[in-house]
């Protein structure tokens, strides 16, 4: 088995799974996949088998691969870790972010308030608003744990704002209130300000997804 391919598969399916395409339950047949990307079937097996081990895949019916789905409570935990470093990075950013970094993310929030009803394109500037965010705290420690929180969570950030299109003003607003904190050089304030904007991201997937639906 040449390594180099499985984790050339790995990685495409979990970008495929961070954007969307392969939502949650989707299944992940081993046949499809081989022929989707043209090898045999041993370096998708490998794939299958560390996004299992990674969490992002299931065992369904007969042993077969799925995207996972979450439990409520499974949901509960990884948005609170991930709240909470979040709120880390951001204090550190509140601090340390340079002058260009404050005008990128400045530039960031107003593509995302004027690109309208487009879920797709919103969900995508969110991303960028976090990584952003993330840069700014410049510290590489905190980055690289929130890399990995970030590929487990973004898909479900991105059901947020095209399952429910109330969440777009509301994210809107809570990321110009992060911004400005960021802005004004308050650690504390953007601590609580993004603690609270991905607890509501979880309250709005627990609203939407109905967990087995």
């Known amino acids: 088995m040449n390594a180099s391919t499985a984790q050339n598969i790995y990685d495409r ?27 045999s079937r041993t370096p998708v097996r490998e794939a299958l088998h560390r996004l299992e081990q990674a969490n992002f895949a299931e065992r369904g019916p007969r042993r077969a691969f799925f995207v996972r789905k979450m439990r409520a409570s499974d949901l509960e935990e990884l948005f609170e870790a991930v709240g909470e470093l979040e709120a880390a ?6 601090r340390r972010m340079t002058e260009i970094q404050r005008r990128n993310l400045q530039a960031i929030l107003e593509e995302g308030l004027a690109c309208g009803d487009d879920a797709t394109a919103y969900g995508e500037l969110n991303a960028r608003f976090h990584a952003q965010i993330s840069q700014g705290a410049h510290n590489a420690t905190l980055l690289a744990c929130h890399a990995e929180l970030t590929l487990r969570t973004q898909v479900w950030r991105s059901t947020n704002f095209t399952r ?50």
């Not at 990075?89 to 509140?94: F, K, P, T, V």
């Not at 304030?189 to 997804?209: E, F, G």
């Open 89 to 94: 990075i951001a204090a550190l950013a509140a």
């Open 13 to 39: 399916l979990i970008n495929g799974i961070a954007s969307g395409e392969f939502p949650p339950g989707d299944p992940l047949a081993e046949v499809a996949l081989a022929q989707r990307f043209g090898v």
């Open 164 to 213: 429910d299109a109330r969440r777009l003003d509301s994210s809107r607003a809570e990321h110009r209130a992060i911004t400005d904190a960021i802005l004004a050089g308050e650690p504390d304030r953007t601590r609580t300000l993004m603690r609270q904007h991905v607890a509501s991201s979880l309250i709005t997937l627990t609203d939407i997804l109905a967990l087995g639906d």
